[in-house]
């Protein structure tokens, strides 16, 4: 995951404190599920590179380096990707996971709206949800054309509105009368739906130096196993943040309820949804 830093530094701020703390330790404890479950996403930006022509691409949110193993993977001994995330805790799982897997992909603990990535070097860069918790985004692409030659490739996947993608709100909505205090989400702040909007995307884009911004709606169908679905909820979201500090009474109330709530996606052993997505692409203007 990413975040950004507005002028007095509060975003910042709060995103670092959110993905250095549980939330960051239920992305590396679910990682392998996280994985599978967005596997589709992570084929898009893979596809992006002709395998084994090397090349050095820029992961931006890279959370535990999933999408950068698989990048690096598919560049080939003579490529190399980075991944850049806020979080130590999955930025270490990545590490980790680079290692074991004997690939060539190293990462960086910064914000990628403000870290000084050096003269430009990258050929490309992509990202799997982790562009959307910018305070600043035209700011923030700015920074990662900065980064890169010109001509470089943007390829990068974020969700679509909030009405066509039910599964990821079903949690609040049904937690909502059973916890008062849950917090409505700002879809104008950092967040998951934050670039929902493809002509925001374009014109950010843009005014940060990038060129040729091609919008494309993706529907991916996305399955995790049934057993996987209430640790989920209990750990991803508003929901499962609020959890964290509910007491036993609360969570014998709240855990029932929403589980019911997503029978809709239940299918046998299977939770399946369609996640509604826009696939963005760009190249770097010339400097």
């Not at 596809?47 to 890279?62: I, N």
């Amino acid at each position: 995951m990413e975040a950004g830093r507005g002028a007095d530094g509060t975003v910042g701020e709060e995103q670092s404190k959110r993905w250095n703390g549980p939330a960051g330790n239920a992305w590396v404890e679910s990682q392998d599920m996280v994985d599978a479950l967005f596997a589709p996403l992570e084929e898009l930006l893979v596809e992006a590179f002709p395998a084994g022509q090397g090349g050095r691409v820029l992961d931006v949110g890279c959370g535990t380096g999933g999408t950068t193993v698989a990048v690096a993977r598919r560049l080939g001994p003579g490529g190399r990707c980075v991944g850049v995330d806020i979080s130590e805790p999955m930025v270490e799982a990545a590490r980790a996971r680079a290692e074991r897997e004997g690939v060539a992909a190293s990462f960086v603990r910064a914000d990628a709206q403000d870290h000084v990535f050096g003269p430009p070097a990258f050929d490309a860069v992509v990202s799997r949800f982790g562009v959307m918790f910018f305070a600043d985004p035209v700011r923030a692409f700015t920074n990662l054309r900065r980064a890169v030659r010109a001509g470089a490739v943007l390829r990068f996947v974020v969700w679509r509105d909030v009405a066509e993608n039910p599964f990821m709100t079903t949690a609040e909505r049904a937690a909502a009368p059973l916890m008062p205090d849950l917090p409505a989400r700002d879809p104008d702040a950092p967040g998951q739906f934050a670039l929902a909007d493809a002509d925001k995307v374009r014109r950010l884009l843009e005014a940060s130096g990038w060129d040729g911004v091609g919008v494309r709606p993706v529907d991916a169908v996305c399955v995790m196993p049934e057993k996987e679905l209430t640790p989920y909820f209990s750990r991803f979201g508003p929901v499962g943040i609020a959890l964290r500090d509910a007491d036993e009474a609360t969570r014998g109330r709240v855990v029932p309820a929403v589980r019911a709530a997503f029978e809709p996606f239940v299918h046998g052993a299977e939770v399946r949804f369609t996640a509604a997505c826009w696939q963005i692409d760009a190249r770097a203007s010339g400097r």
